[in-house]
């Protein structure tokens, strides 16, 4: 049995007030779910306070990037490893925010997620098509190709200990979800593909769902058999919708 994981991205938003306040009420409306693993990935500016903040409790923190360079002149860059050090346990790898709008490719993902696991964080990586990809029939050569790059750069045994994040790039902050039905049947070829090379790591590896997940829509999500919770961008921003999502993620499990 996989264990759920319902990650919040909360990208370019917030204070450190805001944020302090949005994991404070988190925290207390956290119930006791030792059944589905938790997290938030602040704005990396805000993830020492977080970390701070979430210590002794269930709550994982993680950061929204990394660098593919370990260290030296690279203005700007954070490394997976500074990621560690503060305190994260998770590292998204790969968001299409971050393909589209900043230029990584799939070698540079496959780059990012091999430091992270050296650094010891779990990667969560992000992987998905466009609108135009799937309207052309696209959508798995896609998503396999952005899987077989990471494949070719850390192998199969290593999957077991990283986390895929399926998001459709229709889907993200679209008020657009793919229906239960669209999103199993890529999740179910994500998995059949890792299976070729290695079943029990196809069948452990965790998968999960992202693209306008809200707290209406997320238990008949959950509820098919190979999305294992979910990557959650908007409605991790209120605490109250995230916290329906992490129970809809636990009631899954019934
Ligand atoms: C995301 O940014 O990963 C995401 C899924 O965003 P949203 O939930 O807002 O679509």
Redesign the pocket.
Known sequence: MRKPIVLG?W?LNGTAAASDALVASILSGMPALDVVDVGVCPPHVFIPQTVHQAAHTTLAVGGQNCSEFTTGAYTGEVSAEMLREVGCRYVLVG?S?RRALFGETNETVARKTHLALKSGLTPVLCVGETLEEREAGQMNAVVEGQIQAVLNEIGIAQFERLVIAY?PIW????GLTASPAQAQAMHAMIRGVLSTQNPAVARAVRIQY????KADNAAELFAEPDIDGG?????SLKAEDFLIICRAAADSLR
């Open positions: 991205n990208k968001h925010e998001e889907a993200i902050g679209t992202g693209g306008s997940v990557l959650i961008g908007g409605a």
